[in-house]
């Protein structure tokens, strides 16, 4: 299938490691020039050396001034910018009981107010060309709140209530809004959820990583290169009649629709 993104221009948050590389990967291998991104700039130029056309840039969209450096960023690399995939690092693991004011700021702060700065700065230019992308990192915590992670939990779903909105009001601009959401996905990330997780418990680390496979039905983690498979295919031509959706790649983790 020709996704129809030769040519294209993407940018992808924190896609140095993890899903974010993934995603990067996969746009690249469908021919979009991609502009690489996320704190470790060193990290970002040599993931951009190994795809054709692609930009390396060191950003930081917890900064004040993060979101907007980066949007003009991928502008003065591509001239404009078809395709915005929103992604960020997740809050620290800890219940809602626990949950303070400030941490829910933190949240808001890390995984809200820089992706809507981001899309404002981005989208009117798509919104005029008659087409775009905006595609958003979520987590399956958005279809079923994940516990121990309330603080995940509270500011991705925010973020989709957001793009749910923006969907329906872009939808006849040609500019398509979904979000893609991780189930157990091999990266960092997990990984330091795993070892939270036999901390808190007193368990091995390879005990729980070994039950948590156990209870998804695939009964294996997956793979970035398949979350990326999923998320291109969303920003690609064929998808143009899909937005306002949020759709799981989770190995059907989540027991519902």
Not at 145 to 150: D, H, R, S
Not at 211 to 222: H, K, L, M, S, W
Request: glycine share 12%; charged share 20%; hydrophobic share 45%.
């Amino acid at each position: 299938m020709d996704l129809g993104l030769a040519g294209r221009t993407a940018l992808v948050c924190a896609s140095t490691g993890g899903l974010g590389e993934g995603i990067a990967r996969a746009l690249a291998a469908e021919g979009a020039r991609v502009l690489v991104s996320g704190r470790r700039g060193d990290r970002a130029e040599a993931i951009a050396a190994e795809l054709p056309g692609a930009v390396g840039v060191e950003a930081d969209l917890t900064a004040e001034d993060g979101p907007d450096r980066l949007a003009a960023a991928a502008l003065a690399a591509f001239g404009q910018v078809d395709v915005l995939v929103l992604n960020g690092p997740g809050p620290k693991p800890g219940t809602a009981a626990e949950t303070t004011v400030e941490d829910a700021d933190s949240a808001v702060a890390a995984l809200v107010r820089p992706h809507v700065k981001l899309v404002s700065a981005l989208l009117p230019a798509m919104r005029e060309r008659g087409w775009g992308r905006i595609l958003a990192v979520g987590s399956s915590g958005i279809a079923a709140p994940l516990p121990n992670l309330a603080l995940s939990n509270l500011g991705r779903a925010a973020l989709a209530g957001y793009l749910k909105t923006l969907a329906t009001e872009v939808a006849a601009d040609g500019v398509t809004v979904n979000l893609l959401l991780p189930g157990r996905i091999a990266t960092d990330r997990l990984t330091s959820l795993d070892e939270n997780t036999a901390k808190r418990t007193g368990r091995p680390v390879a005990d729980v990583a070994r039950d948590a496979q156990a209870a998804i039905p695939a009964g294996r983690y997956g793979e970035p290169a398949e979350f990326g498979a999923a998320a291109a295919f969303l920003c690609g031509a064929p998808a143009s009649y899909i937005t306002g959706t949020a759709l799981r790649c989770d190995g059907g983790l989540v027991p519902t629709l």
